[in-house]
C-alpha cells in the first residue's frame, strides 16, 4: 500500500511539475515577445506623423483590452513627440500631469523603440508584474522539493521493505533450524519412551533370576531394582511421554511439586530448595503431566542460573481477587538476576541466553502457554545481582478450595 502510494504521488508530482515548467516556459516567451506583440497593436497609431491626428480613444480602448488579455502586464506608457520634437505621452492621457519630470526609470519599466527606416515612431514603456513570475518560480521550486521528498521518502520506504525482508528470511531460517532441532528432540522422546519400556523387561528378569541366589547378593539385587521400578512408577515418565492421553484430575500440589523436584534433581547439585506450603494448600484440577512441567521447567531454569550454588525458596498462599480466587506458587532464587533487556524477552519462543546445544529456548515459552491453558497466568521480577522470582497463579473453583 505505501510503495504504490509513493509510486502515485511521485509520478503526480513529476506531472505538476512538467505542467509547470511547461507553463512558465511559455510565460517567459511570451513575457520576452510581449513587446513586439504590443508594437505590432499600436504600429497604425504611431505611424500618423502628428499627434492630432491620432484616434486617442482608440489607442486607449485598445491599451486597455491588451491589458486584460495580457494580466501580467502591471502598466504601459506610449509617448510620441510632437512637431516641436517634444515627446507627449499618449496613453495613458493624465501620465504627463502626474508625472511632469517623465517616467521614473527606476519604476522597472522595459523601453522598447518602434523604429520603422530610421524613423523613431515613439517610445512604449512596459511594466510586468513581477509577482506573477515569482509565483511560477515558487510554484516549480515547491514541486521540485516536494518531488525530492517524496523520492527520499520513496527510497526510504523500498530500504525498509528491504530490510524488513532480510529481518524475515532471517528470522524464518532460525525458526527452521529450531524445528530441526525440536524434531531432533521428539525423537529423543520417542525413542525414551521406548528405551523405558524395554528397559523394566531386562530388569524384571534379573529381579526374578535373583530368586534363585542366597544372602547379601539377592537382598542387595532386590532392593536396586525395586529401587529402580519404584523410581520409574512415581515419576511416571511413560505418562508424563504420553501426555495427550491423560485425563485431568484433582491434583495435590505439594506431591506435584515433590515429583517435579525429583524430576530435575540431576541439575540440582549444592542447591538448596526450600518449601513454605500452608498446610490446607488447595488441590488443582488439571493434567498432572502438564503441572509437572511447568513446575520442572522453572526450577531447572532457576539451577541453571544459580549454576550449582544458591538456594530456592518455594512459597504459595490463596488469595481473593475480584475475577475470583486464585492459587499463588512463587519461585525465588538468590541468583545473578537478569537485566530489564533479558527480562522482557524470557517468554519468547525461542530466546535463550544459553548456547544452542544448551537449551532449546522453549521451556518458559511452553511453561506460560501451558498456565494459560489453564486459565492461569506467570510474570517474573528479576533484579541484578539479587535473584529472581516467579510467580504464576491458578484460579480456584469452590470444588478445588474444597477438595
Not at 492421553?245 to 523436584?261: H, I, K, N, Q
Request: with cysteine.
Amino acid at each position: 500500500m505505501n510503495r504504490f502510494f509513493y509510486f502515485f504521488s511521485g509520478v503526480l508530482m513529476t506531472c505538476i511539475l512538467a505542467a509547470l515548467l511547461w507553463a512558465a516556459k511559455t510565460h517567459q516567451e511570451t513575457v520576452r515577445g510581449l513587446p513586439n506583440i504590443l508594437l505590432r497593436e499600436f504600429r497604425p497609431f504611431l505611424e500618423t506623423s502628428r499627434i492630432l491626428d491620432i484616434n486617442l480613444g482608440q489607442l486607449a480602448a485598445r491599451a486597455e483590452e491588451l491589458k486584460k488579455e495580457y494580466r501580467y502586464i502591471e502598466e504601459i506608457i506610449i509617448r510620441k513627440e510632437d512637431a516641436n520634437g517634444v515627446e507627449r505621452t499618449l496613453y495613458p492621457l493624465t501620465y504627463d500631469l502626474d508625472h511632469p519630470n517623465g517616467p521614473p526609470r527606476d519604476a522597472g519599466f522595459v523601453t522598447r523603440l518602434a523604429l520603422d527606416d530610421g524613423r523613431t515612431l515613439g517610445t512604449m514603456l512596459i511594466k510586468i508584474d513581477a509577482r506573477r513570475s515569482q509565483w511560477f518560480q515558487g510554484a516549480i521550486n515547491g514541486s521540485i522539493a516536494a518531488l525530492l521528498v517524496i523520492s527520499v521518502l520513496s527510497v526510504y520506504t523500498l530500504r525498509s521493505k528491504e530490510q524488513q525482508v532480510r529481518k524475515t528470511t532471517s528470522l524464518l531460517e532460525e525458526k527452521q533450524r529450531e524445528l530441526i532441532r525440536l524434531e531432533r528432540l521428539a525423537l529423543v522422546g520417542q525413542i525414551t519412551a521406548n528405551l523405558l519400556h524395554d528397559l523394566k523387561k531386562p530388569v524384571l528378569n534379573i529381579r526374578a533370576e535373583a530368586d534363585n541366589l542366597k544372602g547379601e547378593a539377592k537382598r542387595t539385587i532386590v532392593e536396586e531394582t525395586d529401587l529402580f521400578l519404584n523410581l520409574l512408577r512415581e515419576l511416571r515418565l511413560e505418562s508424563f511421554l504420553r501426555r495427550d492421553e491423560e485425563r485431568a484430575e484433582f491434583l495435590d500440589v505439594g506431591e506435584t511439586l515433590m515429583r517435579s523436584l525429583r524430576l530435575v534433581r540431576y541439575a540440582q547439585k549444592n542447591v538448596k530448595v526450600e518449601f513454605e506450603l500452608p498446610d490446607n494448600l488447595p488441590f488443582l484440577f488439571g493434567q498432572r503431566h502438564q503441572l509437572i512441567q511447568i513446575f520442572s521447567n522453572i526450577l531447572l531454569n532457576a539451577y541453571q542460573a544459580l549454576e550449582g550454588e544458591g538456594s530456592i525458596r518455594v512459597s504459595s498462599t490463596t488469595i481473593e481477587t475480584d475475577d475470583g480466587a486464585w492459587l499463588e506458587i512463587a519461585f525465588s532464587d538468590d541468583g545473578p538476576g537478569m537485566p530489564f533487556e533479558v527480562l522482557s524477552r524470557i517468554f519468547e519462543p525461542f530466546f535463550s541466553t544459553r548456547g544452542e546445544n544448551e537449551s532449546t529456548g522453549l521451556g518458559l515459552y511452553i511453561t506460560r502457554t501451558l498456565i494459560e491453558s489453564m486459565g492461569g497466568a506467570i510474570d517474573a521480577h528479576s533484579i541484578p545481582k539479587h535473584g529472581t522470582t516467579f510467580t504464576m497463579r491458578f484460579p480456584l473453583t469452590d470444588e478445588e478450595r474444597e477438595a
